[in-house]
């Protein structure tokens, strides 16, 4: 079965400080790969997408995501955070094979101390 | 934004009602996918739909059903309604099947 798993429930970083929210995958196919964040009464804003070739991608507000076949992870960070980047983060992944519906991880909630 | 719509924003009910969630996909998408997040399941996707043709289904109960009309727009219809019903519910569009999902705002449904 597929399943998507972030292991860190919540996150408390400073301000400026770099961050790295982890993800883990198992998928019985090529996956896409994908990374949500959900501010509180929000709906889910997509920050960066891979489907394939190079495999670090860029996505908004500063973030970046790495995908590592080998570990079946695709981690995502950022080097320095900010305040509003406090949220929740959600990894998904989807695949053509199973009809791209996508199975979401149970989030991490970032927290960002001043 | 999105470019995804849904309405209502809230919706209160009672156990054993029924209700309809409207979703607008974004201008020019074809896919409509609905997806409910609850504080014990998380988010589970419940059920996609096809320029009109249901295309896959989730982990959505025989008491819920959904279709795709002719202009695209949705509905999610959940009918003798439980209280564990109680969650958000969004809707996403993509261009095609194989895309990245843009998602609306939800519906909150708190069902007493």
């Known amino acids: 079965a597929q399943s998507v798993t972030q292991p860190d429930i919540h996150i408390t970083v400073s301000e400026g400080a770099s961050l790295e929210l982890r993800c883990n995958y198992s998928y019985g196919a090529t996956p896409y790969l994908f990374w949500y964040v959900q501010s509180p009464g929000q709906g889910l804003q997509l920050l960066l997408k891979?489907?394939?070739?190079?495999?670090l991608v860029q996505g908004i507000k500063g973030f970046e995501a790495e995908f590592k076949r080998s570990q079946s992870s695709f981690n995502l960070r950022k080097p320095s955070v900010h305040w509003s980047d406090a949220a929740e983060y959600f990894c998904a992944v989807g695949a053509r094979e199973y009809g791209n519906k996508l199975v979401f991880g149970a989030g991490t909630i970032l927290r960002v101390k001043s | 934004d999105s470019g995804v719509t849904q309405t209502p924003k809230h919706l209160i009910t009672a156990t054993g009602q029924r209700v309809t969630l409207r979703c607008s996909p974004r201008?020019?998408?074809?896919?409509v996918y609905w997806y409910q997040q609850s504080l014990d399941q998380g988010l589970q996707f419940l059920i996609q739909y096809y320029n009109g043709e249901e295309r896959a289904k989730g982990n959505i109960l025989e008491r819920f059903s959904a279709q795709q009309f002719p202009d695209l727009h949705s509905e999610l219809n959940l009918s003798s309604l439980e209280l564990g019903d109680s969650a958000l519910y969004f809707c996403?569009?993509?261009?095609?099947?194989?895309?990245?999902?843009?998602f609306g705002p939800g519906t909150r449904l708190t069902v007493l």
């Open positions: 996403a569009s993509s261009e095609g099947q194989a895309n990245e999902q843009f």
């Open positions: 891979y489907f394939s070739g190079d495999t």
């Open positions: 201008s020019g998408d074809l896919s």
